[in-house]
């Protein structure tokens, strides 16, 4: 789908704003409504707006520590890559899952849990028995002092 600056600015409103109501985008962005509903409609249908969540506080839901495990495999074969992805998607605990290359491990996990001893819970329960897991390495936030989930947009 080519991109004009009325889908651009679509885009960079709904990022800041995913509520925001038809008739408001519309008015931003300098379209009627109905034109603004179709622009919408055909970015979510080409794949483009992927979902639209609601953001909440982790600490105030006492979600309070927040790692990234560095994950080393026995094998780099799409069979062993399949299968550790698919196991972890279903932990509710990893919040992301990266394949990674430029480091010594194989993939990069973002995790979120209450605490040090849930965190090595989970670790010792679900991540090292993981077939093929040779390693895990964690690294704990202190601080996130940027956590953005807009996307840098050319605005034209």
Not at 18 to 40: F, H, Y
Not at 61 to 74: E, N, Q, R
Not at 104 to 124: G, N, Q, R, T, W
């Amino acid at each position: 789908m080519k991109l004009d600056r009325h889908d651009l600015r679509i885009l960079d409103e709904l990022q800041k704003n995913a509520r925001i109501t038809n008739q408001d985008l519309a008015d931003k962005i300098g379209l009627s409504p109905s034109p603004c509903l179709r622009r919408v409609k055909a970015l979510e249908e080409s794949g483009i707006i992927i979902d639209q969540v609601s953001r909440l506080n982790p600490s105030a839901l006492g979600l309070k520590l927040c790692a990234f495990v560095h994950i080393s495999l026995d094998r780099h074969t799409p069979e062993r890559f399949e299968s550790f992805e698919r196991q972890v998607l279903n932990y509710p605990e990893v919040m992301e899952c990266h394949l990674i290359a430029g480091q010594s491990a194989d993939y990069m996990l973002k995790v979120i849990v209450p605490d040090m001893e849930h965190y090595h819970e989970f670790l010792i329960t679900k991540i090292t028995p993981l077939e093929g897991v040779t390693g895990a390495h964690s690294s704990f936030v202190l601080r996130n002092p940027v956590n953005r989930t807009a996307l840098p947009l050319p605005i034209q």
